[in-house]
């Protein structure tokens, strides 16, 4: 059972701004949810090794070439707000 | 349509080849099909006439010389609409994405335009392709054409009821936990997950990225082995694409199932499975016998756990995927008094309450403190799920199940977010274990809403797979009946 804190707490690091109406809604569809996650703890995993993808992956490496890529025009044709070759964003730091 | 026309992408291609059927006059037709009877199914969200027009214009020229690119030259295609498209809006099924316009392709994308496929638009999901009916879409509800009142499956929704309603001859889809098997069983209709890395992501909006993975639908397996066979293959644009020979996926059709051993798992027989599918899959598993294949009882002890671990490595890797939708370089912005609140209150717009859940779920399942608990535990679990099927696979070569536990519900009827979830029982295995699974039309229930028996291979070996449908499909009459609405 999570409370109406770890909800808030977690909206918070998830950077959702949520209603008062959908913490509680959350909360509760969260508990049920979580209820039923926990039946994984149920399983003895000791010394089982994590599996992280599908497949076994090595890393990949390429030589450090330039290539072409996107225009500055091309990649800021999408942005809510720009000004000149810059993304437009709020005030980050206080006066 | 006349009955004698060809419907599916090897017969569009023989009577092209032969100058009985051109591709504009082809398109052409879909493109009213798609005007006349779409706003019934729901199955697009943009239409992309003139590209689509322009294509098959060149489509015909090199047809007229004799010299098409592929088998698929000409073919009408339909795209989930989760795949970049350059010049063409991409939603993702979302509102924060509504005017997202790419300024390139993704690779299989462009991989279908090099093999002259013509792209009728993009079709309908759940939002960021969370969802197993395609009743998340920010946008609107897409329709069963087998019973307008019931869902397409999801998350590819649109992708399957295109195909299934005529409203394209062939599709792509996304499958993360089922989000293709599933939609192509309640449509009556193939669809085919390879192996993870066996086609290029570049392009792909991300879900989870340990568990996405591009894959077609079809109406039946010669289409299914051409769909994948020009997607297939390495990418260097994505570290994650399995550099491995694509083999000639259509000439293995032939070979038959004489002599390949089937296993059924007695995990997806259990409590919560409609009888009806039971019988119209262990029918279906007659059939193979009697084509030659010899028929095992396997056990996959972890399956119970399957949902529980997905429901938070998927969540998990969607809350860090979905952390890049911030208002700032693409995408929705709502105004805020300074960062963190403008991001904030963009993405409480711009996502769906079930994006939302999972995000939430996922940002929990991996905060300090739950970290080990949950994605860590989840992890290991994944692992012991593996070993399950590799002990199997020593045994068969092929895997026989249900794709679902039941028929296509109706609209509204899983508004419990776990019963919804439940739904993918039978394909979340597959997806973590990244193995190739395919699900195949096996009958109808008797209230005439489809059926699909799902096959599970080996990593790579897509050909057995396609082999066993195959031989399948030609001995039963399922892949020819089509829907009132197409």
């Known amino acids: 059972m999570i409370s109406r804190e770890d909800v808030e707490h977690v909206a918070r690091l998830a950077r959702l701004a949520l209603s008062d109406a959908e913490v509680e809604r959350m909360r509760e569809q969260l508990s049920g949810i979580l209820a039923y996650i926990d039946t994984l703890r149920a399983l003895d995993t000791a010394g089982v090794e994590p599996t992280s993808h599908a497949v076994p992956l090595v890393n990949v490496m390429r030589d450090d070439e330039p290539r072409p890529c996107l225009s500055q025009d091309e990649a800021l044709a999408n942005a809510p707000d720009r000004s000149d070759v810059f993304f437009r964003v709020p005030r980050i730091i206080e006066d | ?486």
């Open chain 2, 1 to 486: 349509m006349a009955a004698a026309d060809p419907v599916t992408i090897h017969e569009l291609a023989a009577a092209f080849a032969k100058g009985a059927a051109s591709p504009v006059a082809v398109t052409e037709a879909y493109l009213a099909r798609i005007e006349a009877r779409d706003a019934r199914l729901g199955a697009y969200l943009t239409v992309t006439g003139d590209e689509a027009r322009a294509a098959a214009r060149t489509s015909e020229a090199r047809h007229r010389a004799g010299r098409p690119l592929s088998p698929l030259d000409g073919a009408p295609i339909a795209l989930k609409d989760v795949f970049c498209t350059r010049g063409v809006r991409t939603t993702c099924g979302s509102r924060i994405l509504e005017r997202y316009v790419p300024p390139y392709d993704a690779t299989m994308v462009a991989r279908l335009r090099a093999a002259g496929a013509v792209i009728l638009g993009k079709t309908n999901m759940d939002e960021f392709a969370m969802g197993s009916s395609t009743e998340h879409s920010a946008f609107q509800l897409t329709r069963n054409p087998w019973d307008l009142a019931r869902v397409p499956g999801g998350s590819s929704g649109g992708s399957a009821a295109a195909v299934a309603g005529g409203l394209a001859a062939g599709s792509f889809g996304t499958d993360t936990g089922g989000s293709v098997r599933q939609p192509a069983a309640f449509c009556g209709v193939v669809g085919f997950k390879p192996t993870y890395g066996r086609v290029s992501r570049y392009g792909l909006i991300a879900f989870a990225s340990s568990l996405d993975h591009v894959a077609p639908f079809a109406l039946d397996i010669h289409d299914t082995a051409l769909l994948l066979g020009v997607v297939a293959g390495h990418d260097p644009l994505d570290a994650t694409s399995v550099d491995a020979p694509v083999p000639d996926y259509v000439a293995a059709l032939a070979e038959g199932v004489r002599g390949l051993r089937i296993g059924v798992p007695d995990e997806y027989f259990g409590e919560g499975l409609d009888a009806e599918i039971e019988r119209a899959v262990r029918a279906a598993i007659d059939v193979l016998r009697g084509l030659g294949a010899s028929v095992e009882r396997v056990s996959l002890p972890t399956t119970s756990y399957g949902v529980a671990t997905y429901y938070i490595v998927a969540p998990a890797e969607a809350s860090s995927n979905l952390a890049r939708y911030d208002g700032v370089k693409y995408g929705l912005r709502v105004p805020g008094k300074d960062l963190i609140d403008m991001v904030s209150r963009t993405r409480a717009a711009g996502f769906g309450a079930e994006v939302k859940r999972r995000v939430m779920l996922g940002t929990y399942a991996l905060s300090t403190g739950y970290y080990d608990a949950y994605y860590g535990q989840a992890q290991k679990v994944r692992t012991l799920v593996r070993r399950d099927f590799e002990r199997v696979f020593e045994r068969v070569d092929v895997l026989a199940a249900p794709t679902t536990p039941g028929v296509a519900f109706r609209h509204g009827d899983k508004a419990d977010p776990l019963a919804m979830y439940m739904n993918d029982v039978y394909t979340i295995p597959a997806s973590m274990t990244g193995l190739p699974a395919i699900s195949v039309p096996c009958g109808f229930n008797t209230g005439g809403l489809p059926i699909g028996l799902q096959l599970i291979g080996r990593t790579l070996d897509e050909a057995t797979l396609l082999r066993a449908a195959h031989a399948y499909e030609q001995a039963t009459p399922w892949h020819t009946r089509r829907p009132e609405f197409a």
